[in-house]
């Protein structure tokens, strides 16, 4: 019996790495479907068979749950680091003043309504009075994998991003960073439902733990996620 | 690489455009022929999908099929047959989203043939669906191949409604353009372009065929 | 016997023209003349159900086919006719011989009906393959392929030389007397069909 | 309710459809003659973009116009323009996705015409250009409007490249369909069905109006 | 003056047929006839330059049109000819009127020519609502219309009444002269244009 896990895309680099560990341990396949938080949560609602549901915030699956989709409380499972990120050799140290200049003409962010490291990232902005400043230049990616992809691709100078992006081992185009300041956004803590779907489903239960396992915090650490 | 999308696609796009042919053909007959107030009406009805952004269309078939509640709630509890995130959902979604690329060019082809053709079918005692079939439609070949090929092509680029009702799921919904795009998201380029380049190369074989076989129905003769 | 007794307003000249025609058609070949433009295309078409009289009645062996006060008006399908078109009406899909094993399941009679056309040569072309006169040609033996009680032909002659019109004339006299049909012929040339005309209606 | 994407998805597809009106009729028409093996793979080549996902289509342009590399940098420092998450980027897009849509029809309209009537026209001295636009295209207007239609159409619908191009950038290039997936997946269904809804007005008196003004083009002599 | 030495092989019958002709028509009208399908609409389109020969030559008035040897061929524009099509192809989308204003801008012109035909009443009629006579004068006018040296008549009278052929013919016969054109006119019916012919063909 395989199992369906519906992940935020911040994860996306991450959860190659626990597919594999998963399978290795217990011999069960699992079928990822990534996307923004809040489209996944949609989905949900709108009957999408997934079994497990790993968002990037709090409040997508407490809401589901609250509506009676979930078999489990919600469970934190780890915490998201925000960074910008540019494929130019940018010094990032002092991103603030450099993104107002006129050689970053596009700012890659994650639509904030659907996406909470988007959500986060204009917490941040507003709070350092930045928002305002830079509205011309925000593009906004569906998830933070579109962010990615314009910040991979050369086509925005920066956008604001996962540090997961960073640790992944896989992503060979070198990448410049700097971490946001912790204090100007509401941390991101990523909370974890089992789905009604999963009910009977011993592998989804069982993915549900993993996630929660000590091995399965080691990955997340290694891809710069606090636990 | 996971061929599965790809099956997926084809499959998608054959059976649709299998179904518009059965439904398109003779709705695109009828509209042809003498206009009256409610034909009208129902051609722009079923112009309407086309014209509509696929995200529109989702989301009323979202709306419509969620289990949530009506229609969508039914069909689940009596039939047990769920629309959205299924594969016979997206079959429904395409019939409807690309009925127009198989109705438009047929009824249009339709207009241009001279009227004596059906007349002089009516006398040899012709009914008018052997008419349709013996003459008429054979002599709008080009058109119908054209309707055809757009419909299949149309079906096997469809996105939009897909993202919304179909969910990304390996080996049901998710298609190849779904594919593409979430190996882009994953930033796995290598994929994407190994998606791009297949499909690429079967519509690429399958057009060329098409156009090549089309070659010898064009009429010149003599020169 | 076919009896017309109808009225057609022609929309024709700037002005308008009305058609007018009462007359009682027997068995045999009837000419029909009249100057261009008179409605004899139009006339033909209105027996053979193409066109709706305006007025007026026709029945064919006492069988009403058409009757604006009774508010009958049977299909061209029903009426059974054989029709040869002025603009000749091929079926550009099919070959001359489609064309009559379409109208046709009799191979018998297909193949006298090629014979007589002269058409066995041309028997896999298509119209756009054929002269003018050929097309003209399987017009007419499509129209004979169902082997109709009554013919309506327009013009049936006009892209035949005289010669291949002189033989086609003679068997068309034989095949009508065989299949005791009536024809009406449109003719500009009404001495073309003097030798087998029986009577003749002047438009105009 | 924000206007602004709806006015946005109007002005593409109309500047869409008259670009393609000019650059796809000369193409058709030069289609529609007699075939040469070139003239058939350059047809396969233009079929292509309509048979490529939009996640495909979006995908290679992102690479291509980049403007980090390629000719994205060449363009962005010789002209300064930029064609990701940009309007005439939207209209490049759309135009190559399009393309086919706006030929097919037209070209299999051009070969169902009968070779007389360009003879004719040629005999009374007429050029292949006069020939074109006074004899042949008047003659295949119902296809003409079809092809029309279905491009606007089309363009209305795009989602996908925009998606993977756009940016969702308001006023610049969030697009209607965007906006309406975006509101769905917020779960803002009122601001998607007001969306839809006057996406859906729209459509439908543009499209009734072109199917009555069509009524009177319809041939139905004397009957 | 026209010299004409061509050779086509027809693709007609199951076997094949060779039209093969060697002839000068000098000005004035020349009579072409000949059975259905031996070759006289494809030697006009041959003239024409619709129909490329396999070998041969054509030349009007000493300058050459085609010539298989020389690789000449000109294209139907540059003939500047005036050619009635056997079945018309006339423009579904032109009125009567517009047929003629697409050939010419002579205003003066077009009103003679629609008076000759008798098509006045009809000038702002499109083909689909013409009689069979009302449209072969139309496609007769057209070729009139741009003042050809060398005019082509494919079966031109075909569909006309004796009545009206007879006055056309005169009418044609002064314009003839007036233009100082050559005319070949394709007929089944030889006695049709004895009147106004000078010289004649017959092929096969
Ligand atoms: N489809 C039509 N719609 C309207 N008027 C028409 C139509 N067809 C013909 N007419 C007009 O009706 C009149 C009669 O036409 P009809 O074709 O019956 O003439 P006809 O006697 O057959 O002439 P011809 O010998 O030239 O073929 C003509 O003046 C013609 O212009
Ligand atoms: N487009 C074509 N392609 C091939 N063969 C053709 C074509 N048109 C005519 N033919 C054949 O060529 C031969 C000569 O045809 P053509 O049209 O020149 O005859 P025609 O003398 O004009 O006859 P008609 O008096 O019947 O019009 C015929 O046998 C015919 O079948
Ligand atoms: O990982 Mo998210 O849901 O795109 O912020
Ligand atoms: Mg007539
Ligand atoms: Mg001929």
């Excluded at chain 1, 341990?25 to 790993?54: E, H, K, M, W, Y």
């Excluded at chain 1, 309504?113 to 928002?131: C, D, F, S």
């Excluded at chain 3, 022609?10 to 008179?38: C, N």
């Amino acid at each position: 019996q395989s199992v369906k896990v519906a992940v935020a895309a911040n994860l996306q680099p991450v959860m190659r790495t626990i597919k594999t560990d998963f399978k290795s341990s217990t011999g069960v396949n699992i079928d990822i479907i990534s996307g923004p938080s809040g489209n996944l949560a949609a989905q949900i609602r709108n009957g999408a068979p997934f079994d497990v549901f790993l968002s990037a915030d709090t409040d997508f699956p407490l809401s589901l749950q609250h509506d009676g989709f979930g078999l489990t409380p919600v469970k934190i499972y780890a915490q998201g680091v925000l960074i910008i990120c540019s494929k130019q050799r940018l010094d990032l140290s002092k991103w603030q003043q450099l993104v107002l200049t006129a050689g970053i003409k596009k700012i890659a962010i994650a639509n904030p309504a659907i996406a909470p490291y988007g959500r986060a990232t204009k917490q941040a902005l507003n709070q350092m009075n930045m928002y305002d400043k830079l509205k011309t230049k925000l593009v906004f990616g569906e998830s933070i994998s579109q962010v990615n992809t314009y910040v991979i691709t050369g086509t925005v100078q920066a956008g604001f991003t996962t540090l997961s992006l960073i640790k992944d081992a896989s992503n060979k185009t070198p990448l410049y960073y700097s971490v946001i300041s912790p204090k100007s956004y509401t941390p991101i803590e990523q909370g974890m439902l089992l789905l009604k779907h999963a009910r009977g489903n011993a592998s989804a239960e069982k993915f549900y733990r993993y996630i929660l396992s000590s091995s399965a915090r080691k990955i997340f650490k290694q891809f710069g996620y606090h636990i | 690489m996971d061929f599965s999308p790809i099956w997926l696609t084809l499959q998608l796009a054959a059976v649709t455009t299998v179904l518009l042919l059965i439904l398109g053909l003779p709705l695109a007959f009828w509209l042809s022929k003498k206009r009256s107030f409610f034909k009208i009406i129902t051609e722009a009805i079923i112009t309407m999908p086309l014209v509509l952004p696929p995200s529109v269309l989702g989301f009323y078939l979202l709306l419509a099929f969620s289990p949530q509640h009506g229609p969508g709630r039914w069909l689940q509890q009596v039939f047990n047959v769920q629309f959205v995130f299924s594969f016979q959902g997206l079959v429904l979604a395409s019939v409807i989203y690309s009925l127009p690329f198989m109705v438009s060019p047929i009824k249009s082809a339709f207009q241009q043939l001279p009227v004596s053709l059906t007349q002089a079918s009516y006398t040899l005692g012709k009914t008018t669906w052997q008419t349709f079939w013996h003459v008429l439609l054979p002599n709008i070949k080009p058109s119908l191949l054209t309707a055809a090929v757009l419909t299949f092509a149309h079906t096997l680029g469809e996105f939009g409604v897909v993202l919304m009702i179909g969910g990304n799921i390996p080996g049901v919904t998710r298609v190849a353009s779904i594919a593409v795009y979430d190996s882009v998201e994953q930033m796995d380029y290598a994929a994407a372009n190994n998606y791009s380049f297949v499909l690429f190369a079967i519509t690429f074989i399958l057009v060329t065929g098409v156009f090549v076989y089309n070659r010898y129905q064009v009429k010149s003769p003599l020169e | 016997m076919i009896a017309v007794d109808i009225e057609k307003k022609l929309k024709a000249y700037s002005g308008q023209q009305v058609l007018k025609i009462k007359k009682e058609f027997g068995t045999g070949v009837t000419g029909i003349t009249g100057p261009s433009g008179a409605g004899k295309t139009t006339l033909l078409k209105m027996i053979a159900g193409l066109i709706v009289p305006d007025t007026g009645s026709i029945s064919f062996n006492n069988v009403s086919w058409f009757n604006s006060s009774l508010k009958i008006n049977l299909s061209p399908q029903q009426r059974h006719i054989g029709f040869v078109f002025q603009d000749y009406a091929l079926f550009p899909n099919m070959t001359v011989r489609q064309h009559l094993e379409y109208a046709s399941t009799d191979a018998g009679w297909i193949n006298r009906l090629l014979k007589l056309g002269g058409l066995e040569d041309f028997a896999t072309h298509k119209p756009d393959y054929l002269s003018g006169g050929q097309q003209q040609r399987l017009a007419i033996l499509r129209a004979l392929a169902i082997k109709p009680k009554l013919l309506l032909m327009d013009e049936p002659f006009s892209a035949l030389d005289s010669k291949t019109k002189a033989g086609l004339i003679t068997h068309l006299q034989k095949l009508f007397t065989e299949l005791g049909a009536t024809a009406l012929i449109v003719s500009h040339n009404p001495k073309e069909i003097d030798g087998i005309s029986t009577d003749s209606l002047e438009i105009k």
